[in-house]
């Protein structure tokens, strides 16, 4: 089995930065694409910011220019580098990774969410 384990939420005031990370553990036999999105009370999930293991990074039009994805292979680690956040960026963010695990079955692929982590800013 794999799973993924948030940390680093908590409540900020605007114009504040956090730092999230995401750590995988298990049977990880490749990392492939891992990300970060929230949900904020009465909304839908929505992709905040995406990296592939070739380090290409995506991001949504509402963070550009704000947040910074970036992954340490070594540690199964993702993270989410969050500066000037806003009152609309409070949400719980939730870690997402694929990738391929091993198992008594030989090598699978995997998708696995984290619990989320609450990340609340103040105006």
């Known amino acids: 089995q794999v799973q993924v384990v948030e940390s680093g939420g908590g409540l900020v005031q605007a114009g504040e930065s956090l730092k999230l990370s995401c750590a995988a553990s298990?049977?990880?036999?490749?990392?492939?694409?891992m990300g970060w999105y929230r949900q904020a009370p009465g909304k839908q999930r929505e992709l905040v910011a995406g990296i592939t293991n070739g380090g290409n990074t995506n991001y949504a039009d509402s963070v550009k220019g704000r947040f910074t994805i970036s992954r340490d292979d070594a540690k199964n680690t993702v993270y989410l580098q969050m500066n000037s956040l806003k009152p609309e960026d409070t949400a719980v963010y939730y870690c997402?990774?694929?990738?391929?695990?091993?198992?008594?079955?030989?090598?699978?692929?995997?998708?696995?969410w984290g619990q989320g982590t609450q990340v609340t800013v103040s105006s």
């Open positions: 298990g049977s990880i036999f490749s990392l492939n694409v």
């Open positions: 997402n990774a694929d990738g391929v695990r091993g198992s008594i079955f030989g090598r699978l692929p995997f998708a696995v």
